[in-house]
């Protein structure tokens, strides 16, 4: 696996978030942006 968690973090419970494909993956949260979200 390739993941990586490029150091942003959860903005609910600021675990760093896993960035997978065009999504951010909270460890807790699941999903939590996507790439369809202007934060990207
Ligand atoms: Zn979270």
């Known amino acids: 696996m390739s ?3 490029g150091g942003r973090p ?3 419970c600021e675990q760093p978030m ?3 494909h065009c999504k951010y993956v909270c ?3 699941g999903v939590v ?3 369809s979200d ?3």
């Open 38 to 40: 202007t934060f990207y």
């Open 18 to 20: 896993y960035r997978r």
């Open 27 to 29: 460890p807790r949260h």
């Open 10 to 12: 959860c903005p609910r």
């Open 33 to 35: 942006y996507d790439c």
């Open 3 to 5: 993941e990586d968690t």
